[in-house]
Every structure is written in C-alpha cells, then in structure tokens.
T-cell receptor
Framework: GAGVSQSPSNKVTEKGKDVELRCDPI?????LYWYRQRLGQGLEFLIY????????KSGLPSDRFSAERTGESVSTLTIQRTQQEDSAVYLC????????????FGPGTRLTVT | GQQLNQSPQSMFIQEGEDVSMNCTSS?????WLWYKQDPGEGPVLLIA?????ELTSNGRLTAQFGITRKDSFLNISASIPSDVGIYFC?????????????FGQGTILTVHP
C-alpha cells in the first residue's frame, strides 16, 4: 500500500494477557518508529529501528514491552502481562532515511485492557 | 528529559478567522515539525522546519523555527471547517536522541461555520 498500515485497528484484552501489534511501513523506508498516545495526550516515543543497526529502545516503559523488525519490513510490538495503564493508541511511523524527521504515521491500534 | 509546552490547549474560532499556536522547549531542537491529527487517524505531517529562523508556508499554513531553536509557531489563515482537529508540534534533536520525535500535548481547534 501507499501508506503505513497497522493491525488490528482495535484490540480489547483482559489484564494479564499478552498482545501483539503489527506495523507495515511504507515500502523502501529505512526507519520505523513506535509511539504511544494516551487519551488526550501527545505522543510518547517507544522504540526506533534504523535499518540493520541496533534499535533505540530508550522509550520502552518496562520490560513487558518489546518489539522486533525483520529487515526493512514488518514490525511487531509485543506487550506481555498487560496492565490497565497500557490502554492507549499505539502508533507506528516510518521515514525514508535513518533518523529522518519526516515521519509518516499509520492509523494506530487502539488497545483497551479490561 | 526534553519537554515541549504547546499553547493554547484549545481554541474555538469562527470560520474565516486566523489562528496562531506555539511551542516552547526547555532544550534545543535541530528540526521542528507540525502535525495534524483527525479523530481515529494517525498524525499527518503539515510542515517541517530545518533551520533556525526559517519561515515556511504550505497553503494557508505558515510555520517558523525560532532563532533560539527552542520554539516554533504555526499560523493558519482564513480558517475553514475542515481545519478542525488536533495540532501537534514535534521536535527532533541530534546526539543520543537522534531519530525520535518529542511531541507537544496538542492544540484542539474547533471552527464554527
């Protein structure tokens, strides 16, 4: 597709369960980013993948959060043992160049932990 | 850590009015960006600024990168109903923070026809 796509668009899970969120970046984009947006808030950086280099994981809030990316394609964000405070919209973005400031966002996955 | 203060938090204006919003930072950024987010959508990039003092326009939108590198503003002229949404500023710095964007809290814009 032409833009960044994410799935699922909505996810409701019970507290304590694991969830996986998927992101398909724009084809040819080197860098991929995950952000979290709590209700009524701005976006918080989570993790950044830059080609074949080690990812910048400095924004991950706890060791329950992890992410993987295969080459320059799909990425998955995994949250283990979900807590209610994990409820948020998780947004993925990609940029053409590593560290590119012009980041293009997907529609997000709305995660609700009950 | 880096923080962006965006103001105002919300604005209610009449169609045709001009709008101004701004962001200030406690630290320097090398790039400033402005995004718009519609309900249920991801943010859409409006304007990117790369140089201190730079003034850039995109249609009815004009944004400036402050000389101190710690602030930016966005103006929207002659607002129309489809300008409704949440506007976010974002900054990117070099060094250890390279890559990630730091976002403001957003300005909610409502335009009355």
């Amino acid at each position: 597709g032409a833009g960044v796509s994410q799935s699922p668009s909505n996810k409701v899970t019970e507290k304590g369960k694991d969830v996986e969120l998927r992101c398909d970046p724009i084809s040819g984009h080197t860098a991929l980013y995950w952000y979290r947006q709590r209700l009524g808030q701005g976006l918080e950086f989570l993790i950044y993948f830059q080609g074949n280099s080690a990812p910048d994981k400095s924004g991950l809030p706890s060791d329950r959060f992890s992410a993987e990316r295969t080459g320059e394609s799909v990425s998955t964000l995994t949250i283990q043992r979900t807590q209610q405070e994990d409820s948020a919209v998780y947004l993925c973005a990609s940029s053409l160049l590593a560290g590119g400031s012009e980041q293009y966002f997907g529609p997000g996955t709305r995660l609700t932990v009950t | 850590g880096q923080q962006l203060n965006q103001s105002p938090q919300s604005m209610f204006i009449q169609e045709g009015e001009d709008v101004s919003m701004n962001c200030t930072s406690s630290s320097i950024f090398n790039t400033w960006l402005w995004y718009k987010q519609d309900p249920g959508e991801g943010p859409v990039l409006l304007i990117a600024l790369y140089k201190a003092g730079e003034l850039t326009s995109n249609g009815r939108l004009t944004a400036q990168f402050g000389i101190t590198r710690k602030d930016s503003f966005l103006n929207i002229s002659a607002s129309i109903p489809s300008d409704v949404g949440i506007y976010f500023c974002a900054g990117q710095s070099s060094g250890t923070s390279y890559g990630k964007l730091t976002f403001g809290q957003g300005t909610i814009l409502t335009v009355h026809p």
